[in-house]
């Protein structure tokens, strides 16, 4: 067996109750490596073709890959995944915290759950044991109740839970898998389908020993780390309070800040909803993931007699994404609403960029009369409302009233409401778009519309990364034959769209890897890990196969679901040039993005036309005789 994998999978049924372990090949872990490239595996091997997301006979997958549990900073990470509730396509969600490393400790390399209790249960893993314990008790809870109550009954405060909120039992379709309370695998609806199995959550401890290989080689990929993250990863490293929400204001000063549902091209006062004011007013410490140095989390605390008005430090604080979808991008300016607004979603177990959105299309629904206070039970869904903002989040976990219909996401609102809500839905293969702006960068929204789970930052590019002579040019240009110079974020050419391949290619490794995208690692450095690790030979161009792997089966999985390259696609909204602000008259015409997406196709070795993967293609990326075994 190859360092970094115990060689078992865990399954559980949980209708029967079977549990059982499989023990696959050293190839599969060669090739696979974990996370993304394992979910779409296991679903391709064994989901039944058009599979209700919410049938028994879906698979909720827990998938940390080689590097967890070898203490390497930044691989402190797992991956949930199934057919999400919200898309219909694949679901791939990555989460941080402590998850991923304590369960591969149990000596488990995934976790495979299929059918559905008969009453709501929890699963109980520790050091090669699995129990299936009851959880009518924890139904209902909050997710800080939940997992206090779990630790009390295990008498272990070092227990890691995985677990849904309200927001999952109730099928929320956007539901989120909450981790460590504060940490959300929070995109595709992992939560629904884990309500849909009556199971409320997955309690792990562990103490065996993952094989490390070659330590020596891991250990000094740590060390470069150690010297460099506070020069490398300044943006996060260095000050008080340093984290993703520094750079709302920056998006703002560009004209990249989501506003008002994608339709307004400035957010008026973003200076009411910066970091900085958040820090001074709210922060309390700062909090980290595991084997991680840099620290990037905030943990707010407000203190005030109305509950409405106080923040939980149990809940952590917000991100840019969840700080930007329930403030600008619902047109709200009271940073204490956006700030509860996601400690809500976490209590709750909701994604907050879907939740934002849903509010933000219902709020201009109702601005050009599609709705009325009639059809929302009375409420008025006004821009800028900060105290709606808190109602309806609170009545969409519960699926109270109007907050029925906010639950099930954009997409099926708008078909709900009628051909002159399209406009306003802006959602790719069904999943709400991230708060980044793609007209102001270009190949993002590319990216955007790619992705094999529908519209998300994180297996993406980011084009202002590359606008300038630095790390993500440098990190590409090992890999190229003829360097490439800054490029403009506002452009779709050749060059572009190497960078793209490369990086989507690094980014889906990450995700196989599961390793923290804010990490400073380039490819090399993430080469010399996972050969240290498994003891095998590993080179760049080696880790960027795994990722084209991982795209490669992802497609295949969706291909075989209904998708095509029709639902590749970009909302017509941000394509369109706003006629002020910093981006007034920028677009992403329809040739540019076609021609872009073709060119994307042909990078990845896929039919031109039709995105579908070639037999060149799978022999080329050693998938050949893996794919033909599953009848594909």
């Known amino acids: 067996m190859i360092g970094g994998a115990h060689g078992k999978i865990l399954h559980v049924d949980l209708t029967t109750g079977e549990i059982r372990v499989e023990q696959p090949g050293d190839d599969f872990y060669r090739l696979l490596v974990g996370g993304r490239a394992v979910i779409a595996y296991l679903l391709l091997r064994d989901l039944p073709p058009r599979t209700d997301p919410f049938s028994p006979d879906n698979r909720l997958i827990f998938a940390p890959g080689l590097m967890q549990g070898s203490n390497l900073p930044g691989a402190g990470r797992h991956a949930v995944g199934g057919k999400s509730p919200l898309t219909g396509a694949l679901g791939s969600s990555e989460v941080g915290g402590w998850w991923g490393h304590e369960f591969k400790r149990t000596g488990f390399d995934a976790l495979v759950i299929r059918g559905r209790a008969d009453r709501p249960v929890y699963l109980w893993i520790h050091n090669g044991e699995v129990e299936i314990r009851p959880a009518e008790h924890l139904w209902g809870l909050k997710t800080a109740d939940t997992q ?101 204001m920056h998006w703002a000063y ?124 009375g409420l008025e869904f006004r821009w800028g409302d900060g105290e709606l903002l808190l109602k309806a989040v609170e009545m969409i976990a519960h699926r109270q009233g109007f907050g029925d219909v906010l639950a099930e996401g954009v997409a099926r609102m708008s078909a709900r409401f009628g051909p002159a809500t399209e406009p306003f839905n802006l959602t790719i293969k069904g999943q709400e778009l991230p708060m980044h702006e793609p007209r102001l960068k270009h190949a993002m929204g590319v990216g955007y519309a790619v992705a094999p789970v529908g519209a998300d930052h994180m297996m993406n590019m980011h084009d202002t990364d590359f606008a300038y002579d630095g790390a993500g040019l440098r990190r590409v240009n090992r890999m190229l034959e003829r360097p490439i110079g800054p490029l403009s974020p506002k452009v779709l050419n050749e060059e572009k769209m190497q960078i793209f391949y490369h990086e989507l290619n690094w ?126």
């Open 254 to 377: 560009l004209g990249g800040l989501p506003t008002r549902n994608f339709g307004q091209a400035v957010f008026e006062h973003p200076e009411l909803l910066s970091g900085e004011r958040n820090y001074e007013m709210f922060l309390k410490e700062r909090d980290t993931c595991q084997a991680c140095p840099i620290r990037c989390k905030q943990v707010f605390e407000y203190p005030n007699d109305d509950p409405q008005r106080r923040l939980d430090p149990v809940y952590g604080g917000p991100e840019y994404e969840a700080m930007a979808a329930f403030g600008p991008d619902c047109g709200v300016t009271d940073n204490l609403a956006v700030c509860k607004a996601n400690e809500l979603a976490n209590a709750y177990g909701l994604d907050a960029i879907s939740t934002g959105a849903s509010i933000a299309f219902v709020m201009e629904c109702f601005e050009n009369g599609l709705l009325t206070a009639d059809d929302t039970g």
């Open 507 to 632: 980014m889906h490794f990450q995700d196989c890897a599961v390793n923290c995208h804010f990490y400073p690692y380039n490819y090399d450095h993430m080469a010399a890990a996972l050969s240290g690790v498994t003891g095998l030979t590993y080179s760049a161009g080696d880790i960027l196969q795994v990722g084209a792997r991982a795209q490669t089966l992802a497609r295949l999985f969706n291909y075989r679901e209904g998708f095509s390259a029709d639902d590749d696609r970009l909302p017509r909204r941000v394509m369109q040039a706003f006629q002020d602000g910093p981006l007034a008259g920028v677009e992403i015409t329809e040739a540019a993005f076609h021609w872009a997406r073709r060119r994307y196709y042909e990078l990845m070795g896929w039919n031109p036309d039709t995105g579908e993967p070639t037999a060149a293609c799978l022999a080329a990326l050693g998938l050949a005789e893996m794919v033909s075994e599953l009848g594909s």
């Open 148 to 248: 206090a109550a779990i630790r009390q009954e295990l008498g272990d405060e070092r227990v890691r839970v995985a677990q849904i909120g309200p927001a999952g039992e109730n099928r929320v379709r956007y539901a989120a898998v909450m981790h460590d309370v504060n940490r959300a695998a929070g995109r595709n609806g992992m939560g629904a389908l884990m309500g849909s199995k009556n199971l409320k959550a997955v309690a792990v401890r562990g103490s065996l020993s993952v094989p490390v290989a070659v330590r020596g080689q891991v250990t000094q990929v740590a060390r470069w780390l150690a010297d460099n993250y506070k020069t490398e990863a300044a943006w996060a490293a260095e000050g008080i309070g340093r984290g993703t929400q520094d750079s709302l």
